[in-house]
């Protein structure tokens, strides 16, 4: 069965310092990965997404993310965090030969940014 | 329509009644999702729409969930007989492929 295991329920970070979310999964083939943001009542918007091509993946808001299969890792990166990082973070496993494409989610990191 | 359409955007009800909560997914997007939101549980699918069709409802909690869809697009969640435990933020997903989802806002559902 897929799961997704994100180390850290909440990271704290100064602004312009780099951010760090990292996300492990267990998929007994490579999957669809992805991750989420979600600001206060809010619903969940993509960041980034990985379907099989580039390793290193670039998203919206200057965050990137890179496959490792040999880690079975995902992790989320952004160089130098802003005061509007400050969110919550899910990542997310999708099987491909999934007849359902159903998302199976992490438990969520709190990402927090001290000025 | 642009987005995922989710109604009400809140809802409180009283233990016991019976609620409906609302999708309207992006149009032309064959596949629909139902997750709930809630503290201790983290994010859970409930339930998967390929058309009008629910091939997958593994994730419903109770016999007291119960999703259709009609017309390839509106879907409705309904709980009956609410309990405290069913509070949480009901979200809806649809797309086109595996490789896109897109969320609506939610609903918050309070059950007092």
């Known amino acids: 069965a897929q799961s997704v295991t994100q180390l850290g329920s909440h990271v704290s970070v100064s602004e312009g310092a780099l951010v760090l979310l990292r996300c492990n999964y267990s998929s007994s083939v490579p999957p669809y990965l992805f991750w989420y943001v979600q600001y206060p009542n809010q619903g969940l918007q993509l960041l980034l997404k990985y379907t099989s091509a580039a390793t290193l993946v670039k998203g919206i808001n200057g965050f990137e993310a890179e496959f490792k299969k040999s880690e079975t890792s995902f992790h989320l990166t952004k160089p130098s965090a802003h005061m509007s990082d400050a969110a919550e973070y899910f990542c997310?496993?999708?099987?491909?030969?999934?007849?359902?494409?159903?998302?199976?989610f992490g438990q969520g990191t709190t990402l927090q940014v001290k000025p | 329509g642009a987005g995922v359409s989710q109604s009400p955007s809140n809802k409180v009800t009283e233990k016991g009644k019976d609620v409906e909560l609302r999708c309207d997914p992006i149009?032309?997007?064959?596949?629909l999702y139902w997750y709930r939101q809630s503290l201790g549980q983290g994010l859970e699918f409930l339930i998967y729409?390929?058309?009008?069709?629910?091939?997958?409802k593994s994730g419903l909690p109770s016999d007291r969930f119960s999703a259709e869809r009609t017309g390839g697009s509106v879907s409705t969640l309904t709980i009956q007989r609410t309990q405290q435990e069913d509070s949480a933020v009901y979200l809806c997903?649809?797309?086109?492929?595996?490789?896109?989802?897109?969320f609506g806002s939610g609903t918050r559902l309070t059950v007092v």
């Open positions: 149009s032309g997007h064959t596949a």
């Open positions: 729409f390929q058309g009008n069709s629910a091939p997958d």
């Open positions: 997310a496993v999708s099987e491909v030969a999934s007849n359902t494409g159903k998302l199976i």
């Open positions: 997903a649809s797309s086109f492929n595996r490789a896109g989802y897109t």
